[in-house]
């Protein structure tokens, strides 16, 4: 005589994975990757201390593998204000060290953040991109002064998350990145 059982629930669901991994290990969960902080200073630039930070969260937000915090001390990223008759640029290795200059007279002209943010991607690695539309972050001030976008978009946060994939570290020589924002007359 043969019986027949019905299973409902969590049980059926035991029955049919048992036979599954009966026997075989079942993989540990994949680490989280590893996470580098980029400390940067903005002790120098303490008219744009704001604009600064909603860059870098600009940058929080769109990327995992690399974070800005802002600390004084031990800063390998460090901002600065000032006049410079060819505008804001950034001092830097492309591996989260160097200065950043952020030149008064653009700042009246452009959106803040966007320069914050713009010149804060070279010291994440990205080059400019002047021909790009506002979309671009790293088109700078190729859209002009009326573009206020200063978030990084999905292709430039991808190819920072490359770059920084297995921390993004060097003792490169800095390059120094000048900005073709042109100063415009009034």
Not at 22 to 37: I, Y
Not at 138 to 151: L, V
Request: hydrophobic share 35%; charged share 15%; with cysteine.
């Amino acid at each position: 005589m043969s019986r027949k059982f019905l299973l409902s629930g969590a049980a059926a669901l035991a029955v049919v994975a048992a036979p599954l991994t009966a026997g075989t290990a079942l993989a540990a969960p994949a680490a989280a990757p590893a996470v580098t902080t980029v400390y940067y200073d903005t002790s120098g630039a303490p008219t744009f201390r704001d604009v600064i930070r909603a860059g870098a969260a600009n940058w929080n937000r769109a990327v995992s593998n690399v974070q800005l915090q802002e600390r004084a001390s031990g800063a390998t990223l460090r901002y600065q204000e000032g006049n410079d008759p060819q505008g804001s640029y950034a001092e830097t290795d492309g591996h989260g060290s160097g200065r950043i200059f952020i030149d008064y007279t653009q700042a009246k002209q452009y959106d803040q953040v966007r320069i914050a943010a713009h010149e804060t991607g070279h010291a994440l690695g990205l080059p400019d991109h002047y021909q790009g539309p506002c979309t671009e972050l790293m088109s700078g001030g190729g859209p002009g002064p009326s573009c206020h976008n200063a978030n990084p978009n999905s292709q430039e946060a991808s190819r920072v998350q490359s770059l920084w994939a297995n921390g993004f570290r060097s003792a490169g020589v800095p390059t120094r990145i000048y900005e073709q924002m042109p100063v415009l007359s009034h």
